[in-house]
Nanobody
Framework: QVQLVESGGGLVQAGGSLRLTCAVSGRTLNNYGWFRQAPGKEREFVAAVVYSGQSTNYAYYADSVRGRFTISRDNAKNTAYLQMNNLEPEDTAIYYC?????????????????WGPGTQVTVSS
């Protein structure tokens, strides 16, 4: 059974940065992603990183965060990270880490079978 726990959320001013961490235990999966859910909105894809072997990671992003957010993973620690720079009030949401086995670049919630409880990120203007 895979367990995911997020950390690193908090309150930051617009233009600031935060780094989220997702600690994964139980199994190592090859696709780790981040999603977010703002109040009154549906959960949406943010970014994901696929490990395809031979130390090769492939990252893909939602258009709204590309260039500001960077996803990475440490395979030795079985941990994923989301570095968020130049944060905007629109980035305020609960951020969830998710995991799946799959080499395709899916952005669909339904394709990710394991989820963490989430961490709150609040960006003030």
């Amino acid at each position: 059974q895979v367990q995911l726990v997020e950390s690193g959320g908090g309150l930051v001013q617009a233009g600031g940065s935060l780094r989220l961490t997702c600690a994964v235990s139980g199994r190592t999966l090859n696709n780790y992603g981040w999603f977010r859910q703002a109040p009154g909105k549906e959960r949406e894809f943010v970014a994901a990183v696929v490990y395809s072997g031979q130390s090769t990671n492939y990252a893909y992003y939602a258009d709204s965060v590309r260039g500001r957010f960077t996803i990475s993973r440490d395979n030795a620690k079985n941990t994923a990270y989301l570095q968020m720079n130049n944060l905007e009030p629109e980035d305020t949401a609960i951020y969830y880490c998710a995991a799946r086995n799959g080499l395709d670049h899916s952005r669909r919630l339904a394709d990710f079978g394991s989820w963490g409880p989430g961490t709150q990120v609040t960006v003030s203007s």
